[in-house]
């Protein structure tokens, strides 16, 4: 019998759960690819910046986090940033992270999601087409865009 999928919430960092955040690490071989969480967290505290910080949550602790924005030419939504702690990989709960910020996409009536991703990260590369989301050539920065079209029910 297959493991139960990962069940992962987010919230909205605040004052009860930054420090969780901040003290996420990754593996020593993902550094390359991922950006410490502190600094998605002054990147969504300060400046003119559309990106927001989100906590994921599982079984009352922070597993990771990721941060989100939305595009206002297409209003389609991007993830970024996410992270997973060394000590919670391989568990799904970044499929799950994923799969739940997905839904709020859905709920906010966004028609698609987007992303980006250093074309050497393998893992994000597959987790991420094992999801549905297809390159579309675009890059973003050094990154190499993927998008998926949402089904959005009014």
């Excluded at 939305?70 to 992270?83: N, Q």
Aim: net charge negative; aromatic share 8%; hydrophobic share 45%.
């Amino acid at each position: 019998m297959p493991p139960e999928p990962a069940v992962v919430s987010l919230s909205e960092v605040g004052a009860g759960n930054w420090r969780d955040c901040a003290a996420l690490e990754v593996t020593e071989d993902q550094r390359a690819f991922v950006a410490p969480v502190t600094r998605y967290l002054a990147m969504c505290a300060y400046g003119d910046t559309p990106w927001r910080p989100l906590a994921a949550e599982a079984d009352g602790r922070v597993v990771g986090f990721a941060i989100w924005a939305v595009d206002p030419d297409d209003r389609s939504y991007w993830i970024g940033g996410l992270v997973v702690d060394a000590a919670e990989q391989r568990k799904g709960y970044g499929r799950a992270a994923v799969q739940a910020l997905l839904d709020r996409a859905r709920a906010g009536g966004h028609p698609s999601a987007a992303l980006s991703y250093q074309p050497a990260n393998t893992a994000a590369r597959a987790l991420y087409a094992s999801l549905g989301f297809a390159e579309t050539g675009e890059t973003d920065d050094d990154e190499v865009v993927a998008r998926l079209a949402l089904d959005v029910h009014p």
